[in-house]
């Protein structure tokens, strides 16, 4: 064993010396945190609230300024178009009627005796015995007598006209969504009419008025399908989809949104008028196809950061680039594309390579690779140990200390 013991003590000493060397040409590299490529689907979608409203939504109001004497529906009633709804009180009215028949009789009585005395003067004025201005002044006195019962009849018109409107009918089928007013209450009708009722014409279809923004509203196409969710039922997902994406910007705060309108069936009327919906519209959607997490589109490391700043700063000052994020389709040279170029990091031993990738939708979490990776590939998503930083760096100046030798 004696033989033997300079050895061992040789040898040890060695396995320290490759140590301390290991230790120090790798205590100062970085470490990578890395995603493995898989397979899986991936759903692009554009997220936006909304208010469920009725399709057909009338506002029931009156013409004519009065009391409400009678109700005859309240809230949640069923109606059918023609049918009472309210009563104002129409004694003034009919007081009206009364007054503008009284007129007309009198117009009427005016027109009778105008007429008579035009045939008597025409007949003097045949026999010589009256003058050409006797028959004048009595044609014009019979045709003032006829418009005075044309502006009688007119008046009388309107008269019964308003006492009509003293009953208020339903217009559509329906049911009642809103009332606000109630008996003996004072309807004035002198600027706009006022709202009595609001009548739904079907509540098992509804509709979605959405606000979508204008970053997204390029995807967004009539026919697309449609998930939502509403405060009532938070477990629940409802369906629907979209039939129209208004041309009318919405503009709150520099911020500008456009109304997209989204059908809703409600068979079991689960769904009420004015919820709040969160909406996500499905833009795109794919099944089983290579993602990487969207981390590693982001990632770049220390020594290709200024390196990467100089070349995206002259791709971009010419143009909109090569790729887009997120993949939103683009057109080039009038064909439309929906892939866009970009640069990820696969580890190759412990170092990052950089790998051109095509990509296609992504969901914010995941994004679809088209071409250049494989499944089971290791992509970097993070640096989580930087670079030691050598002793013989200086210090720095405005740390507000002083280095001595």
């Not at 004497?69 to 004694?91: C, E, H, M, R, T």
């Not at 329906?174 to 739904?200: E, K, M, N, W």
Request: proline letters at 4%; charged letters at 20%; a positive charge.
């Amino acid at each position: 064993m004696k033989r033997f013991f300079p050895w061992l003590i040789l040898i040890a000493g060695l396995l320290v010396v490759a140590f301390v060397v290991r230790h120090l040409r790798t205590g100062g590299a970085a470490t990578y945190q890395s995603a493995t490529v898989t397979r899986g689907p991936i759903t692009q979608a554009v997220t936006a609230t909304g208010t469920l409203n009725p399709v057909v939504n009338v506002q029931v109001g009156s013409q004519v300024s009065g009391n409400i004497s009678k109700l005859f529906v309240d809230f949640n009633s069923q109606v059918k178009a023609g049918q009472v709804v309210a009563q104002i009180d129409p004694a003034l009215f009919q007081a009206t009627v009364t007054q503008a028949e009284g007129d007309l009789a009198n117009a009427q009585a005016a027109l009778e005796l105008a007429r008579i005395n035009a045939k008597r003067t025409q007949d003097l004025f045949a026999r010589k015995t009256s003058a050409q201005a006797d028959v004048d002044q009595a044609t014009a006195t019979l045709h003032q007598a006829e418009a005075s019962v044309k502006i009688k009849q007119g008046a009388l018109d309107k008269a019964k006209a308003d006492l009509d409107h003293c009953t208020i009918t339903s217009p559509i089928d329906g049911v009642v969504i809103s009332r606000s007013v109630d008996v003996g209450q004072t309807v004035a009708a002198s600027l706009q009419a006022p709202v009595i009722f609001q009548i739904a014409n079907d509540l098992t279809k509804m509709q979605i008025d959405s606000n979508v923004a204008e970053a997204d509203v390029g995807v967004v196409k009539v026919g697309q399908d449609v998930d939502f969710t509403v405060d009532a039922f938070p477990t629940q997902t409802f369906h629907g989809k979209v039939v129209q994406v208004r041309n009318a910007p919405i503009t709150v705060q520099n911020v500008v949104t456009y109304d997209t309108v989204i059908g809703v069936s409600n068979p079991e009327l689960k769904l009420k008028p004015g919820m709040t919906a969160n909406v996500s519209i499905i833009a795109a959607r794919k099944d089983n196809v290579l993602q990487i997490k969207n981390a590693a589109l982001r990632f770049r490391p220390a020594e290709a950061a200024g390196t990467e700043t100089g070349s995206r700063s002259q791709s971009w000052s010419g143009g909109r680039g090569s790729g887009q994020r997120g993949g939103a389709s683009a057109k080039a040279g009038g064909h439309e594309r929906t892939t866009s170029e970009r640069t990820i990091y696969v580890l190759s031993g412990n170092q990052p390579k950089p790998v051109q990738i095509k990509t296609g939708i992504s969901d914010g979490v995941v994004t679809e690779v088209v071409e250049g990776l494989k499944e089971g590939d290791s992509v970097v998503t993070a640096e989580i140990a930087a670079k030691a930083q050598p002793a013989s760096t200086p210090a720095n100046p405005f740390s507000g200390g002083r280095r001595f030798p």
